[in-house]
């Protein structure tokens, strides 16, 4: 099977200072990432490159098997690479018009977009929020509409900057809960994070960001396996 995502000689240089410097990064269909690594390390930065918004230098990078460039960035990525904030842009309107914005700019009509938003809110818990504006939202609520924003454009790979940081408690767990439902219909996940439920979601695979270098770590056996 082709690999979703490769790419060879990534490299991004501020002055003097090499930011990063990835020799290659595979991201397989259907599969979960975490990306580790200390505040500044360039964690954002990466997932800002693989969804076109910064440029880096790259040797060669392919998408399902087709050789593409991230710069300019290409239109097959822009609804296949989806990225969400680590506080995310809540537009002044309903909920229903937040989750249908990219719909609605893609000229979906109508009746399948209702459609599919309210899919989307459904998958997200936060039909709870129907008619309501982002002023009355909460944190964790917020995160969820930001990610059924993403997820109802059916993007093939989501990239997620810190989606637990200013979460705790139940708001935190129903978004831990959303990611392997997202794995399950075949989407992959990179997740910039330092939370250690993400981490240890089953079959996460471990990606750290140490001075440029990435680091690759397969999923961690878990206790209950046998040896
Ligand atoms: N355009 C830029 N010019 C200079 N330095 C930058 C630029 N963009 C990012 N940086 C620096 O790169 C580092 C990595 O930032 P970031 O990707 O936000 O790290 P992380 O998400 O891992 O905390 C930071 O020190 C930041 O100041
Ligand atoms: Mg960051």
């Avoid at 991230?70 to 309107?93: E, G, I, K």
């Avoid at 979460?167 to 992959?188: C, H, K, M, N, Y």
Wanted: charged share 20%; net charge neutral.
């Amino acid at each position: 099977m082709n690999n979703l995502l490769t790419i060879h000689g990534l490299r991004l240089q501020f002055g003097e200072r090499v930011l990063l410097d990835i020799d290659h990064l595979d991201i397989t269909p259907a599969s979960a990432y975490v990306l580790t690594g200390t505040n500044g390390s360039g964690k954002s930065t990466l997932l800002r490159i693989l969804c076109g918004l910064e440029r880096a230098r790259i040797d060669a990078a392919s998408f399902m098997g087709e050789p593409i460039s991230l710069w300019p960035y290409p239109s097959a990525l822009r609804d296949a690479v989806l990225y969400v904030h680590q506080h995310p842009v809540m537009f002044s309107t309903t909920v229903e018009a937040n989750v249908g914005y990219g719909l609605a700019a893609r000229g979906i009509a109508r009746a399948a977009l209702a459609q599919r938003v309210a899919d989307a809110m459904e998958w997200a818990g936060i039909t709870h929020l129907h008619g309501t504006q982002p002023q009355h939202w909460s944190g964790g609520e917020k995160q969820r509409v930001a990610l059924a924003r993403a997820r109802v454009l059916r993007p093939k790979l989501l990239l997620l900057d810190e989606p637990t940081a200013n979460l705790d408690g139940p708001a935190r767990e129903q978004v831990i809960g959303l990611i392997p439902t997202l794995l399950a219909e075949g989407r992959s996940v990179i997740m910039a994070c330092h939370d250690r439920d993400l981490i240890g979601l089953p079959g996460v695979r471990r990606l750290k960001l140490k001075d440029g270098r990435l680091e690759m770590r397969e999923p961690a056996i878990s206790a209950d396996s046998p040896p």
